[in-house]
Structure formats: structure tokens, C-alpha cells
């Protein structure tokens, strides 16, 4: 099982910033990709950014150039920094971690964050 604690949501001006972070305990494979999606009201949950246990990182195209992800493996935490902020990217941002053995996989959410930009 895993564990995640997602911090740093809140609300800010367009073209202000801030900075996601989720904290991973419990059994966290060599083999792991952390991430955040985030989910507008009346929209499906899509993908932010992700970053793999070996460094890779994909991005949506909407925020590329504006957000990055980053991560520390000695304390399992990932990070969102997010500059320049839309309106439109105002949703509930889930922080995410799949792991996987030959033997067992595993997919976990945290509970989200909400992340409001105003106008």
C-alpha cells in the first residue's frame, strides 16, 4: 500500500504561482511513475505532468512551458510548480502513483487539492 499527502492548493491571481507538493509513504517500488492530473467541474480527470523513476516526464500540452515537475526519491515526494496560471486552470489537482514489479502493480490517488486562479 501507499500513501500520499498532497499539499499546497489555494487560490491566486492569474499569472501568479504555485507549488504542488505530495509526499509517498509506504511501498514504493524502484519502478515507479509519480504524477498529477487535475479535474475541472463537469470535465473528465486528465493528465498534468508525470515523472518516471528514472527521470522522464511527459506534460499536457496546456501546460507546458509553464509548469514543471520534479521529484526528491530520498523522501518520495513529487512537486508541481506552476507559474504563470490560467483561469482555465482552475480544477482539483490528484496526485498520483503507479509502481510496478514483475509480480504486482499498484495505482493510488491522494484525496486532491484544489487549486482556484482568479481573474
Known amino acids: 500500500q501507499v500513501q500520499l499527502v498532497e499539499s499546497g492548493g489555494g487560490l491566486v491571481q492569474a499569472g501568479g504561482s504555485l507549488r504542488l507538493s505530495c509526499a509517498a509513504s509506504g511501498s514504493i517500488f524502484s519502478n515507479n511513475e509519480m504524477g498529477w492530473y487535475r479535474q475541472a467541474p463537469g470535465k473528465q480527470r486528465e493528465l498534468v505532468a508525470v515523472v518516471r523513476s528514472g527521470g522522464s516526464t511527459n506534460y499536457a500540452d496546456s501546460v507546458k512551458g509553464r509548469f514543471t515537475i520534479s521529484r526528491d526519491n530520498a523522501k518520495n515526494t513529487v512537486y508541481l510548480q506552476m507559474n504563470s496560471l490560467k483561469a482555465e486552470d482552475t480544477a482539483v489537482y490528484y496526485c498520483?502513483?503507479?509502481?510496478?514489479?514483475?509480480?504486482?502493480?499498484?495505482?493510488?490517488w491522494g484525496q486532491g487539492t484544489q487549486v482556484t486562479v482568479s481573474l
Open positions: 498520483n502513483v503507479k509502481v510496478w514489479t514483475l509480480f504486482a502493480t499498484g495505482d493510488y
